[in-house]
């Protein structure tokens, strides 16, 4: 890292694990840029895994997929990917992709491993699913059929500009622990259906983060300050709820007014840093 200064430090060493002084590393890729430039990066490689299987499973509502994926988590089934659309996400996707995927609640599973531990946690995932009314539960280990599997995950953002050329995507993205998980959709989801404009919900619910998308005019002050006063209420929901306002899309501006409401007095320490 090159700190303000212009002075060139590394943070870290190539062994596993360290308990000598503060983990700069972690320090500063968490402060999104604000306490140096990061120059140079040492990855750590994982192995392809022996077999990769892909599922998809339709749920009636909300909830009851949310339910499946917390009890998944709490059976130990390492999941190696677990996304969530809601059924104005799959209709887009439907049109766009030419899919014909029911239009409800959907989960998209990802399982690695060797064949034998494959094939057990997709049926293992397939029971659960079944249990809280999932439905239609394809999986397949084949390359070609697991990408089309997934691909109304890959092919949202498109789908979702192809429902209003012109148009761009308004997104806000928050984290909340994944009891509240289904409570905090819900709330989205209403919100959304409550304004004038068309929105979807995706999710990586396997730890609780969901994205939920408007399509705006970027050129109408009356959707922007719509869609703002979604994004709001959004954050406020998290908060509520004991989440974040941000999982992964980070602060910027629009967030600004969230950060003392979330951190506190430890704002004041971020800031001393």
């Given at each position: 890292v090159v700190t303000p200064d212009g002075t060139p430090i590394h943070t870290g060493s190539r062994a596993r694990k360290s308990s000598t002084g503060y983990d700069l590393t972690h320090l500063f890729v968490g402060a999104e840029g604000t306490l140096g430039l990061i120059t140079e990066l040492t990855v750590r490689l994982h192995p392809i895994p022996e077999m990769v299987s892909s599922a998809v499973c339709a749920f009636e509502d909300v909830g009851e997929a949310v339910q499946a994926v917390i009890e998944t988590v709490q059976y130990g089934i390492p999941v190696a990917r677990v996304e969530f659309m809601d059924e104005v996400a799959i209709e887009g996707t439907n049109a766009y992709s030419g899919l014909d995927l029911k239009v409800t609640p959907t989960l998209f599973f990802e399982f690695h491993g060797t064949p034998a531990w494959v094939d057990e946690q997709s049926r293992l995932v397939a029971e659960i699913a079944s249990g809280h009314g999932g439905s239609d539960f394809r999986w397949s280990t084949d390359p070609d059929e697991r990408a089309k599997l997934w691909q109304a995950r890959h092919d949202i953002y498109w789908a979702t500009k192809?429902?209003?050329?012109?148009?761009?995507?308004?997104?806000?993205?928050?984290?909340?622990?994944?009891?509240r998980l289904a409570e905090s959709i819900v709330a989205?989801?209403?919100?959304?259906?409550?304004?004038?404009?068309?929105?979807q919900i995706i999710g990586h619910v396997g730890d609780g983060n969901f994205h939920a998308g408007l399509s705006v005019d970027p050129n109408d002050p009356d959707e922007m300050a719509r869609a703002h006063e979604f994004t709001h209420a959004l954050g406020e929901t998290a908060l509520r709820l004991g989440g974040t306002v941000s999982g992964e899309h980070g602060i910027g501006i629009g967030k600004q007014s969230f950060m003392d409401a979330e951190h506190g007095a430890a704002l004041a320490y971020m800031q001393a840093i």
């Open positions: 192809a429902q209003r050329p012109g148009c761009e995507l308004f997104t806000g993205d928050i984290c909340v622990p994944i009891s989205a989801r209403e919100d959304i259906d409550a304004s004038f404009l068309k929105g």
